[in-house]
């Protein structure tokens, strides 16, 4: 007889199984059996329950190691985090390697996530409860096994599959690492189970007095194959000749060599019926309730299970995230910080772009003079909730999705402590003496993603963190469908509409493939801007050894005085970032794993375990 803890002991992938004997000394009601459990309808859905735990809390982008959390943000080039402790510094400089790896957890948490889904599909069919609701929940669990392998796969790239619990009779040291393409099959047809099983399901119904709320969604499921299929379908995984060393210990290639451009056509489809289920549920769609796009795109984060999300996970009144991202002198931390590179890419407000690219190591800006952007000077005009007068004209007629994203020098922000949380505040990021001083590394804080009705320390709303939202189906249909067919009408009309959303014009016609390419990469850097994309985005589309193996900067906060001194708008360099090709494409498998079966599991491309020197 197996024993499990009452809560649910599990076991990562290599790891020793416990025995009964361990938990001798627990009393009887601290203690159940697999029995226990799936005889019980109670237990088999609190099961079921606990494996949501496991999702990653990526609202955290300060990890501190140790934790499921977010180093991917801070890991690219949107973001700077302002804490030394964070895992995304050793991204950034090139000291991750295959001995502290494990402070990000994604392998251990991914496979006792999946262990824990493959004990519930082999036990569930014995729960005391209705074929409707069994089929319901293992509609969940196939999601949450796609899910979990997915975790895995975007960080590791081939990744040992499991569609079974382990015994303790098997050989566990022979499990290897699968291709990326079953990898990605796998995925994907654990997505197309999970639709099956939970189409039948409203989406509205996903909030529902029985605490549905945040659970597994056909439409879910659906989103995450659109995801997995155009990874699979991208130059990191579709032919690849730069990965024909990644082998399996057989020698069986792991990433594949020859290009497959149908691959991008099972990608498009797989979005376009995403797309489609969700014009045919009639509940989900794009979020367009407000008359002002800047309130309108900023509201897809702060109105709770909205008709645009697909999937998100309940984070509760998580006042960590918010204090991250509010000012020092709220007494908040200031850490989120975006880059002065993500601040320059956003677009004017006629669509227009206002820097085509950087000399002098990205110190000079090469400004497009047809946009109207321009460095200098300070504005004299204002604009309700976009900027007021006197803030640089770096900040004036930018797109309203910066407006939505960005805190900048000037900005108004909340409340003032000082008036009791009755005044707007004007944010003021450069360094100073005075006690309202707001230092933030970049001169920048995130405002995205947050509510700005929060009062630091006094009030914190009931929060998500939106891990698939039908935006980005969007943008995978169109990349899709670009890249198999060129850019048809179709791809127009997909960008088009989240750039119509956001209060931008369409795309201008008579692009190139290769045109529409860079705009696609663009509209998925801004739109999907701190949601965990782009760290991912640049590595499929191989662009990272470019993009990431770069300076970023900041606004001059050390010099500047007050909000008109013209020596704080002056670009200074905070960080020379490290990208190695074709190392740094895929996180190195720990050590320890690799030690346990050294003659079964190989190594990520390049990575090597450091010296007690290095």
């Given amino acids: 007889m197996k024993c499990i803890c009452k809560y649910l002991l599990v076991f990562a992938l290599g790891t020793s199984l416990a025995s009964c004997s361990d938990f001798l000394d627990m009393t009887p009601d601290e203690v159940l059996t697999l029995d226990d459990v799936f005889n019980n309808r109670i237990y088999t859905r609190n099961f079921l329950t606990h494996i949501y735990s496991w999702t990653p809390t990526e609202a955290n982008m300060a990890d501190s190691g140790g934790a499921w959390r977010n180093p991917y943000t801070g ?43 493959n004990q519930f599909l082999e036990n569930v069919d014995r729960c005391p409860t209705s074929d409707t609701e069994k089929n319901h929940w293992k509609g969940e669990a196939y999601f949450l096994r796609a899910w979990f392998h997915f975790l895995a796969f975007r960080a590791y790239g081939p990744i040992p599959l499991l569609d079974h619990s382990l015994d303790p009779s098997e050989d566990m040291l022979s499990i290897r690492r699968s291709p990326a393409d079953q990898c990605a099959k ?21 909030v529902t007095s029985d605490g549905d709320l945040g659970r597994a969604t056909s439409m879910a499921a659906l989103g995450l194959r659109s995801r997995v299929l155009l990874y699979i379908a991208s130059p990191l995984y579709n032919g690849n000749t730069d990965m024909a060393s990644f082998r399996d210990v057989d020698g069986t290639p792991l990433i594949s060599q020859t290009y497959d451009p149908e691959k991008w056509n099972e990608a498009a489809k797989a979005a376009r ?48 995230w918010e204090n991250c991202c509010n000012p020092i002198s709220f007494g908040c931390f200031s850490i989120i910080n975006p880059t002065q590179e993500m601040v320059d ?53 930018r797109e309203p999705r910066f407006y939505a994203s960005i805190n900048f020098a000037g900005a ?8 009791n949380w009755t005044e707007p505040h004007t944010l003021e990021f450069w360094t100073k003496e005075e006690a309202d001083a707001v230092a933030a590394k970049t001169g920048y804080l995130m405002k ?65 493939p290769e045109q529409m390419r860079e705009r696609i ?27 990431e193996n770069q300076p970023v900067h900041s606004m001059n906060i ?7 001194d013209p020596a704080y708008y002056k670009r200074v360099q905070i960080e020379e970032r490290v990208f190695e090709a074709p190392k740094h494409y895929f996180f190195p498998v720990d050590q320890v794993e690799i030690d346990k079966r050294p003659q079964y599991l190989v190594q990520s491309p390049g990575w090597t375990t450091p010296t007690s020197g290095d």
């Fill in 345 to 397: 890419a956003y677009e004017m407000a006629d669509g227009s772009t206002p820097i085509t690219g950087y000399t002098d190591n990205g110190l000079t800006p090469i400004i497009n003079p047809e946009s109207g952007y321009v460095e200098e000077g300070f504005t004299d005009t204002e604009y309700e909730n976009r900027w007021q007068k006197g803030v640089s004209n770096m900040y004036v007629n």
């Fill in 273 to 320: 019926l995403c797309l489609d289920e969700a014009a045919a549920s009639g509940y989900v769609r794009l979020y367009e309730r407000d008359s002002d796009p800047v309130t309108n795109y900023q509201n897809i984060f702060n109105q709770n299970w909205n008709e645009e999300i697909l999937w998100a996970k309940n984070i509760g009144t998580y006042d960590h």
């Fill in 412 to 419: 108004i922000w909340l409340t003032s402590r000082a008036s």
């Fill in 558 to 564: 050390m010099e500047g005085t007050h909000m008109q």
């Fill in 75 to 117: 890991g690219c080039d949107e973001m700077e985090i302002a804490f030394g402790g964070a895992y995304s510094h050793q991204i950034n400089n090139g000291g991750w390697n295959p001995s502290n790896i494990k402070d990000t957890q994604v392998w251990p948490e991914s496979y006792m996530a999946i262990r824990k889904v």
């Fill in 186 to 206: 796998f995925i994907a047809e654990d997505c197309m189970r999970a639709y099956e099983l939970l189409k039948d399901r409203p989406y509205v119904d996903k």
């Fill in 521 to 547: 990469k663009h509209e998925r850097r801004i739109e999907l801007a701190f949601e965990v994309h782009r760290f991912f985005d640049v590595r499929r589309w191989k662009d990272a050894e470019h993009t």
């Fill in 448 to 512: 995205k993603l947050i509510y700005p009705t929060v009062i630091p320390f006094q009030s914190y709303p009931v929060q998500q963190w939106v891990y698939i939202r039908l935006g980005e189906i969007y943008l995978n249909y169109a990349e899709a469908l670009n890249e198999y067919g060129g850019p048809t009408s179709e791809v127009y009309n997909a960008v088009n509409e989240i750039r119509n959303r956001a209060g931008l014009p369409d795309l201008p016609t008579g692009l190139s």
